[in-house]
């Protein structure tokens, strides 16, 4: 292993939370960084949107670069750390160019990664360059180094994951507060947890990219956005937290993946209900937590915060130390090149227990409709809640089920949809036993 002496040439492109974050952990633990490298990890240019902006960092000496894509072409940078966003645009021809001009890249997009990460994949490597990505799923907690290198001994069974911190943070807050999706996602802005636009985020997509970078490296092929089945959180309900804790569940986003025994890949992005006692349901705020199954380590649980400036700078901060000791290795695990395209579980052939809550008028027959349903579409029930309630108001009829197909389980929801006594459209979470 080579370890050169000479400083490696850093140039930032995005000084925001994260890049802000990088800096300062550059300048403050330098001579924790130069002795564990055996290098000098210097800052030579930065680049953002607007240069006048008051950002708290000292840039005494740090060249300042208007356009963030001449750091991909400078003579006296040998590393370009993208921290800008978004799989396109500026970020893209960053990476791209940076790696055509020889430099390593290091980002924290999954954006990016997971809509383009074989191709630039490919270029890292025809380069002989690093692309590193730790920051780009679950913040502080060294997933992508456990998957590719800590556990490389292991075939992935399952990754079952909290890779949303604001997801967490609403889900948690609406349990403890007994409040409302809308009330409490309010709060979450005001205080800056949650975007001013939240979709990204509460819709499953954050959550979605990251889970198919997490899938193609566990089953190695390339990510595959498009394959992924993707449900938010909007749609929970105090009403349904309530429950979710009558019956001993706790309700989480989870991205879920795992390779079937056809080698098809599931990847799904959903809120699930799971037993109070696993781990995951101890995960709370806005921390995230990974649960990886392998087959000679068994289960292995990593929690930790997946978001904010020093969780998200530690694991770019990390990537910079293995490339300046030049560890440089396929970024996707196995050469981009050989990587299969992922061939992908439809969610309709999931078998698996659900949450139904079914609002009603409660008319003398309603049960018997909703049970003639389950029957007619081969769904045995094993437990239901009715509370008293006042005569002729609606009614919440909660169902749990036995081990059904997802494809059973869609055709008496369009048929209990369609009742005329149903007030709501039918409620259903799946349960997961992670
Ligand atoms: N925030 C987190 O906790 C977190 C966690 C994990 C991963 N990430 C990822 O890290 C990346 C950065 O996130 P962030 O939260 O730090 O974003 P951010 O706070 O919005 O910062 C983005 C930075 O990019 C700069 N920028 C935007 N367009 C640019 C352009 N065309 N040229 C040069 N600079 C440009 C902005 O400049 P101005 O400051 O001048 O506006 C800003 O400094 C994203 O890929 C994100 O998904 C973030």
Redesign the pocket.
Known sequence: MTQPDSPLRIGI????????GVVTILQQQAALLSARTGRTLQLVAV?????S?Q?GLSLDGVRWET??TALATAADIDLVV?????AE???RTLVMQALQHGKHVV??????IAAHGAELAALAEAKGLGLAFE??VA?GIPIIKTLREGLAANRYQRITAILNGTCNYILTTMEKSGRDFDDVLAEAQAKGYAEADPSFDIDGVDTAHKLAIVAALAFQCRPNLDALHIEGIRRISKTDIHFARELGYRIKLLGITEQREDGTVEQRVHPCMIPLNAPLATVDDAYNAVQIAGDSVGRLFLEGR????G??ASAVVADLIDLARGHAMPPLVAPAATLPALRPADISSLQGEYYLRLTVVDRPGVLADVAAICRDAGISVASLIQHAHAPEEPVDIVLTTHHTPESQMQQALAAMGSLPTMMAPPQMIRIEAP
């Not at 980002?107 to 990016?112: D, I, R, S």
Request: glycine share 24%; proline share 2%; aromatic share 0%.
């Open positions: 492109a995005g000084l925001g939370t994260v890049g802000g680049s953002a949107r607007d240069q902006k950002r356009d963030a993208e921290l800008i966003g978004g645009g500026t970020a980002t924290a997009n999954k954006a990016l920051a780009a913040g997946g978001a904010g400036a969780p998200t």
